[in-house]
């Protein structure tokens, strides 16, 4: 057992946060003592760890609450979350030192704003939420998933990239064309059907993240050649008014 001291020494984490933990019963003590002080065993600071990954990922201490008490919570999800996100961290940080190490050879004449860049970073941390959220869409998309073998959810995945590759073919059209428009509504389809129901919100929430770059951007122009991802966009954004 540890007091609340040694464990606020052990991690870093103030006595007044653990204080505020255990208030809000995000963080309980394994048992107090009759003078009332807290004491934490091996689980309670196992807890405390996977609160502070979860921290690292921006989540509010709300949203933490309710996934570590799930009885679905996945410990080696979360750490496999925790792992991508420092890692993206790392590049994003060795892309700010060797931009300053450039100034320093060039001259802060040289106007580079690419290190600033922290879009994949932010892409991932939000993808990683939407993967814990307590939304309709995501728990249709639980239940459908959980029904499918590995065998069928790699079949249904070529399907759904195969998709973006068609869109690749129509690149050279107006995005507003009827043709394209007919893609977008089966695109919009397939998501329903094998995913969770996607509304024209979510349709157009997605072809944002499309866009936006990172491994969904990649993935798609994979398939689809340069540009699918951006034309998906526009057309997605056209189709939804």
């Known amino acids: 057992m540890k007091t609340v001291n040694e464990v606020s020494k052990l991690t870093g984490v103030s006595i007044r946060t653990l204080q505020y933990y255990d208030k809000i019963g995000l963080l309980k003590p394994a048992e107090y003592t009759e ?23 921006e989540f509010p201490l709300k949203d933490i609450k309710d996934i570590v008490t799930r009885s679905d919570f996945d410990k080696r999800l979360a750490l496999d979350q925790q792992i991508e996100l420092l890692e993206l961290k790392k590049e994003h940080i060795e892309n700010l030192i060797s931009m300053c190490r450039g100034l320093k050879l060039r001259g802060v004449r040289h106007l580079d704003f690419t290190a600033f ?5 932010d892409e991932y941390a939000k993808r990683a939420k939407e993967r814990w959220g307590n939304t309709p869409e995501y728990k249709e998309f639980e239940e459908k998933n959980g029904k499918r073998s590995k065998s069928e959810e790699k079949s249904m995945m070529a399907d759904f990239m195969k998709i973006f590759e068609e869109f690749g073919t129509m690149k050279d059209q ?14 919009q389809g397939f998501i329903t059907e094998h995913f969770y129901k996607c509304s024209n919100e979510i349709l157009s929430g997605l072809g944002k993240m499309y866009a936006g770059g990172g491994e969904f951007t990649e993935n798609i122009n994979k398939m689809g050649g340069e540009g699918t991802a951006e034309f998906t966009h526009r057309a997605i954004q056209i189709y939804c008014g």
């Not at 807290?38 to 921290?55: G, K, P």
């Not at 107006?174 to 695109?187: F, G, I, W, Y």
């Open 35 to 57: 003078s009332g002080y807290r004491l934490y065993d091996d689980a309670a600071l196992e807890r405390l760890q996977q609160i502070l990954l979860f921290r690292e990922l």
């Open 174 to 187: 107006d995005p507003a064309s009827a043709e394209v428009q007919d893609q977008v509504k089966k695109l």
């Open 117 to 121: 860049d922290s879009s994949k970073l």
